[in-house]
């Protein structure tokens, strides 16, 4: 199992301190966690860590390698719920991002559908929430399966932080060869869900981990709340039970990449120590 951290570690610092911070905690790998079409001010002034999905790899690729860091996957988190528009992030986005992942030489991007922010998004049936997520995915698993990248679903909505709709979901889209899940064993759990169980349920299908423990005070928004950005806690300290998923993926024979959405740098220092740990001892 590799252990990377989510490239969000300073607030108001380019991507490239992002990865410069996350070299100075020992860590070496490290996703695309924000990005965007053309250009934002808060990029060109050096105070976002976003990436531009139009940008030439070999600048992201130098940023990377000047502090050795290896670049894992692309997050390409969507709104997949409501209607198409221009300013929200679907499904040219995600072509896009699949098309900077394959130049980059990286073989996995994450989507999801997100919260919906309209009426018209709130006022889905399950069996409509997931013909509108299978139906903007299909150009992008078009093109994933063309360009040989793993087109990753993470549990952060309605749908995909529930087993049961998860796996009517990955059966719609089909591709198994090609659509696979990322466990986020915080947002699975926080949307009411147990991850031990998506790990027993889907097994192999899942191909990335985005390690995330909530503490107890959660317990209270369990089932209210679909997804959360960060935890704010070291793993181990909450009430997810971090150390048994690790060792039931283990069992499953899981080596992937793993992502820590951990704020603050001592609690990604201790995470990653406890995850090394527990991924040691049977």
Partial sequence: ?????????????PMERQFAAIAEMG????????????ATLGTEF????????????????????????????????????????????GTAQIIKAIKLAHLLGIKE??????????????????EQQIFSIVEKLQAPIEWAE?????????????????????GE??????HENTVGICLDTGNSWL??????NFVKTFGKRIQHVHWKDMPA?????????????????PLGDGVVGIEKIVKALAKIGFDGTTTLEVAGKDNVKVSAQRLKQWSQTK
């Fill in 109 to 126: 991007v994450i989507t999801t559908e997100g919260d919906p922010k309209t009426k018209f998004g709130h006022d889905l049936d399950p």
């Fill in 46 to 89: 050096g105070f976002a860590a976003s990436v531009s999905l139009d940008s030439h790899p070999a600048k992201i690729r130098r940023m990377a390698e000047a502090h050795g860091i290896e670049l894992s996957t692309v997050c390409a988190h969507a709104n997949l719920l409501d209607p198409t528009s221009p300013d929200r992030y």
């Fill in 217 to 233: 005070a959660m317990q209270a928004q369990r089932g209210k709340l679909f997804g959360c950005g960060m935890a704010t806690i």
């Fill in 27 to 38: 860590i070496q790998y490290a996703d695309l966690t924000d990005s965007h079409d053309g």
């Fill in 169 to 174: 979901l990955l059966d719609e889209l089909g």
């Fill in 146 to 166: 063309e360009l040989g990248i793993k087109l990753l679903l993470e549990p952060h909505g309605k749908v995909t932080d529930s087993i049961l709709l998860m």
């Fill in 191 to 196: 949307g009411g869900g147990e991850p031990l």
């Fill in 1 to 13: 199992m590799k252990i990377g951290c989510f490239a969000l570690v300073e607030p108001f610092t």
